[in-house]
């Protein structure tokens, strides 16, 4: 059964750059069928996509967090990552990762979820 | 971007039958995936490419799509369905309705 767990800082200051690792398991990242992508949560609020990487590299992004974005992917270590510079209370959410279907973009399974705090 | 809306809330009875609609410009053209999410959980994938049910999703959750409004549908309502519900689309970026919160009276 695949799964993925999200791991890295709980907290970040601002200015700084947001770092979170997705690991996968109970399958590869290598397949060709799929995207990997994060999506984040603000508290109370609703899910927005993040951006998604295959695992040749390909990328795409939300466009309102393209410029500040950066997710990579290390297939030796069925991992993929996620950098979000310049943060500020904004970026205050839960960060999920998560599988993309290629193609229409639907996703499943999900992470359990990382709360990531950008404060002081 | 394309937008999606949801209504803030929906309420059912036990037993009874709960619609949740995600409004777009077109809808019906695209494919629309459906999410639950129960309180302090990740999402769950309940319905992709519109109607289409994962292995594990109960036949009561069932979705359509056509003209400017893509449904989902629960029969049969249980207070284990208590959940926000969020639509997704894919439209050469993803994105998600404001969600729903089902409220199962």
């Known amino acids: 059964q695949l799964q993925l767990q999200e791991s890295g800082p709980g907290l970040v200051k601002p200015s700084e750059t947001l770092s979170l690792t997705c690991t996968v398991s109970?399958?590869?990242?290598?397949?060709?069928?799929?995207?990997w992508g994060w999506i984040r949560q603000p508290p109370g609020k609703g899910l927005e996509w993040i951006g998604s990487i295959y695992y040749s590299g390909s990328t795409y992004y939300n466009p309102s967090l393209k410029s500040r974005v950066t997710i990579s992917v290390d297939t030796s270590k069925n991992q993929f990552s996620l950098k979000l510079s310049s943060v500020t209370a904004a970026d205050t959410a839960v960060y999920y990762c998560a599988r993309d279907a290629q193609k229409h973009h639907w996703f499943d399974p999900w992470g359990q979820g990382t709360l990531v705090t950008v404060s002081s | 971007s394309y937008e999606l809306t949801q209504p803030l809330s929906v309420s059912v009875a036990l037993g009874q039958t709960a619609r949740i609609t995600c409004g777009g410009n077109n809808i019906g053209s695209k494919n629309v995936h459906w999410y639950q999410q129960k309180p302090g959980q990740a999402p769950v994938l309940v319905i992709y490419?519109?109607?289409n049910r994962p292995s594990g999703i109960p036949e009561r959750f069932s979705g359509s799509n056509s003209g400017n409004t893509a449904t989902l549908t629960i029969s049969r309502a249980q207070a284990g369905d208590e959940a926000d519900y969020y639509c997704?689309?894919?439209?050469?970026?993803?994105?998600f309705g404001g969600g729903t919160k089902l409220t199962v009276l």
């Open positions: 109970g399958g590869s990242i290598s397949s060709s069928s799929y995207y």
């Open positions: 997704q689309v894919w439209d050469s970026s993803t994105g």
């Open positions: 490419r519109d109607s």
